[in-house]
Nanobody, 126 residues
Framework: QVQLVESGGGLVQAGGSLRLSCAAS????????MGWFRQAPGKEREFVAA????????YYADSVKGRFTISRDNAKNTVYLKMNSLKPEDTAVYYC???????????????????WGQGTQVTVSS
């Protein structure tokens, strides 16, 4: 069993930065692919970024490429999302997810991951 707890959200002005953290409890964190997703009011949940279990492979949605960076520290059981040059359209609840087959499921367009966090709100003002 893995529990995920996100933190680091908040209110920021356009052009600002935030770093989200997702702390995982449970064993074998390093065997899980990890991802960040977001959901804005009235919209479907969408993919933001993902990272392989060892951190060697990262993937980004086109909308955040070049602005967001996903990373992980397996010694701390934590995955991060550094968000720069934030825009009002980045406003959403951000969720982290964990799954041993996360990257392959993403490739199939499936978001049926084993574990999800409760989400953290990010609000970007114009």
């Amino acid at each position: 069993q893995v529990q995920l707890v996100e933190s680091g959200g908040g209110l920021v002005q356009a052009g600002g930065s935030l770093r989200l953290s997702c702390a995982a409890s449970g064993r074998s964190f390093s065997s899980y692919g990890m991802g960040w997703f977001r959901q804005a009011p009235g919209k479907e949940r969408e993919f933001v970024a993902a990272i392989s279990w060892g951190g060697g492979n990262t993937y980004y949605a086109d909308s955040v490429k070049g602005r967001f960076t996903i990373s992980r520290d397996n010694a701390k059981n934590t995955v991060y999302l550094k968000m720069n040059s934030l825009k009002p359209e980045d406003t959403a609840v951000y969720y982290c997810a964990a799954d041993k087959s996360l990257l392959s499921k993403l490739g199939l367009g499936k978001y049926e991951f084993a574990y999800w966090g409760q989400g953290t709100q990010v609000t970007v003002s114009s």
